[in-house]
């Protein structure tokens, strides 16, 4: 089954076309580990999952590999300001080192509760450092390079097409540049390959090189291990949709500039997740420079949803549509979630094995997947699988079986106990709970609301009655 795909590069919806198909050459940005992932953060990582088991789903062989970021994530795109490992450091008062692995095992640990399929090969950047310094010798044996003071830089003037992803207006760039950031810098796009540590300071984490002692730029890790391990060619290379004016052109220009073609066939990038307006927000990019930030600990731990309702919250909108966080929304993913594992575990019960999916339902949800990831139309092809009158209940486990490996909401695995307790069911305890306290059974009454929030239900009384939400 081919797929199409939204091509930022073309700014259009082209069909796939791997190099060696079947087999599919990914690579996808992974994450700075100076604090824990939040919430916007781990949206690309599922849009980038529902890619890979899309591909899987269609027939093809993903090779996918992400880098782990633990040094030259600068706090400003311009070069300038601290390594942010070193400002995790510091915060915490551990090393380096410490840090990273503390925030690269908490990142794990979010994406297998998103139910993430890994990567087949994780690459540090720490753990290549040789490889850094020699695509940055190639790029200087070239003529692609300057060096002053403060470091090695790419000389974008040498870029015919430089900032082609994101199509910049270099010269109303330079234009509007008032200040030159960094002295010595001959244009106000080029960018650090190898940053100096200066001779009288002394750095975190620093490397010797035919340049002297410092550090590898942040946008010359990604594009050496892309290369590294899957070769000059790549077909699908993504990341989140602030990546494509800095960090995305910037790979693009080291790499082509290195290799002398076209690098990546498709770039693809997830929108934004935004905080909803509400009281106490007013709303706009979640950032951690904001300070607060929402993670999957606070989620779980402390609101006490399942990290798969989460998933099911960003598969309610397209990859490439901005998605406002909100609460309420969070309610009704986890209803609704509630109300799909109640209806895998009836079908299930009727599944016998040889049934087969519903083919009117597939061709719905096939056309949705191999439409640019449209999950918000694959979403409704489930719930009409789940409401098919005619089918039978080995019929729709079967079909809800097959969406799943696109989805990944992990329906095979569900158990008696993951679906929590029904919209009837809650219904009819309260109206046992409003018939105990009528009769001054109190100890009843306690022991229903107890009930109640162990399956994650508030009960709210009023004079006109009680009402409840899932929590």
């Not at 200040?179 to 190898?194: C, H, P, Q, S």
């Not at 060619?233 to 494509?244: N, S, T, V, Y």
């Not at 002398?260 to 009281?279: I, N, P, R, V």
Request: a negative charge.
């Amino acid at each position: 089954m081919s797929i199409t795909l939204y091509n930022t590069m073309t700014r259009s919806k082209d069909p796939l076309e791997p190099l060696n198909a079947p087999r599919v050459s990914l690579y996808t940005c992974g994450p700075t580990v100076y604090n824990y992932a939040h919430i916007g953060n781990l949206r690309t990582y599922v849009f980038e999952d529902i890619l890979k088991r899309a591909l899987l789903y269609c027939g093809y062989e993903p090779n996918h590999v992400m880098n782990v970021t633990d040094v030259g994530h600068l706090v400003s795109d311009g070069d300038e300001g601290e390594d942010k490992m070193a400002l995790g450091a510091q915060r915490e008062d551990k090393t380096v080192w410490e840090i990273a692995q503390f925030y690269w095992d908490a990142f794990r640990k979010d994406i297998e509760r998103l139910n993430i399929i890994e990567p087949d090969v994780w690459c540090r950047a720490t753990d290549h450092i040789e490889d850094q310094i020699n695509q940055v010798r190639i790029l200087e044996e070239k003529g692609f390079t300057y060096t002053i003071d403060d470091g090695v830089y790419f000389d974008t003037s040498r870029l015919s097409d430089y900032g082609k992803l994101a199509r910049l207006d270099i010269a109303g760039l330079r234009a509007g540049a008032r200040i030159e950031v960094t002295e010595g810098k001959r244009n106000y796009t080029d960018f650090a390959l190898w940053k100096l540590s200066g001779a009288d300071s002394k750095r975190l984490m620093e490397w010797p090189s035919p340049w002297g002692v410092g550090f590898p730029g942040w946008h010359l890790e990604c594009s050496t291990m892309a290369m590294k391990y899957l070769g000059e060619h790549l077909d699908i290379h993504c990341g989140g949709i602030d990546h494509i004016a800095v960090h995305h052109t910037n790979e693009i220009a080291q790499a082509e500039s290195s290799i002398g073609h076209e690098w990546t066939k498709c770039w693809m990038h997830g929108e934004f997740l935004t905080m909803a307006k509400s009281d106490d927000s007013d709303g706009g990019k979640m950032s951690k420079s904001a300070g607060e930030f929402l993670t999957m600990d606070v989620l779980v731990d402390k609101h006490g949803y399942d990290p798969i309702a989460y998933r099911y919250f960003l598969l309610g909108a397209h990859y490439r549509q901005q998605l406002a966080f909100s609460w309420e929304g969070m309610d009704a993913a986890a209803s609704a979630l509630g109300r799909i594992k109640r209806t895998i575990l009836e079908a299930r019960a009727g599944y016998t094995g040889a049934e087969e999916p519903i083919a009117a339902c597939m061709d719905e949800f096939d056309a949705s997947v191999i439409d640019d990831l449209n999950m918000p139309r694959a979403l409704a092809a489930m719930w009409k699988t789940a409401k098919t009158p005619d089918a039978s209940a080995g019929e729709i486990y079967a079909t809800l079986l097959q969406m799943d490996r696109v989805l990944g909401l992990g329906f095979e695995d569900m158990a008696p106990g993951d679906a929590g307790i029904s919209d009837e069911e809650i219904d009819k305890l309260i109206d046992d709970r409003a018939e105990a306290r009528a009769a001054k059974d109190y100890a009843r009454g306690d022991e229903i609301r107890d009930r109640l929030a162990e399956n994650r239900v508030e009960i709210m009384d009023s004079p006109d009655g009680t009402t409840w939400r899932r929590i």
